[in-house]
Nanobody, 113 residues
Framework: QVQLVESGGRLVQPGGSLRLSCAAS????????IYWYRQAPGNQRELVAY???????TYIDSVKGRFTISRDNVNNTVYPQMNSLKPEDTAVYYC???????WGQGTQVTVSS
C-alpha cells in the first residue's frame, strides 16, 4: 500500500521560504514520477511541479525560479523548496503518485504579513 505524508507547511511572511516534505512508503520514489499540487480556497487543485523517476523537474510558470523540487532516495522523501513566497502561494499542498493514484493528506501553507 502506497502512503504519502506531507509536512512542513506553516504561516510565513511574503518573501519568506519554506521546505515541504513528502515522505513515501510502499514505493521507491526514484522509480516513479512524484507530483506536487496545491489547492487554494475556492479554487481547483492545480499542478505545481513534478520530478520524474529519472530526476527531471518541471514547474508551472508562476513558480519557476522560486520553487525547486528535489528528492532523497535514502529517506524516500521528496522536498519542494519554496522561496520568495507570495500571498498567492497560499494553499494546501499535496503530493501525488499518479501511477498509484495515491495522495497525501496535504499541508497548509499560508503566506501573509
Amino acid at each position: 500500500q502506497v502512503q504519502l505524508v506531507e509536512s512542513g507547511g506553516r504561516l510565513v511572511q511574503p518573501g519568506g521560504s519554506l521546505r515541504l516534505s513528502c515522505a513515501a512508503s510502499g514505493i521507491m520514489i526514484n522509480f516513479y514520477n512524484i507530483y506536487w499540487y496545491r489547492q487554494a480556497p475556492g479554487n481547483q487543485r492545480e499542478l505545481v511541479a513534478y520530478i520524474t523517476g529519472g530526476g527531471s523537474t518541471t514547474y508551472i510558470d508562476s513558480v519557476k525560479g522560486r520553487f525547486t523540487i528535489s528528492r532523497d532516495n535514502v529517506n524516500n522523501t521528496v522536498y519542494p523548496q519554496m522561496n520568495s513566497l507570495k500571498p498567492e502561494d497560499t494553499a494546501v499542498y499535496y503530493c501525488n503518485v499518479p501511477a498509484y493514484s495515491a495522495w497525501g493528506q496535504g499541508t497548509q501553507v499560508t503566506v501573509s504579513s
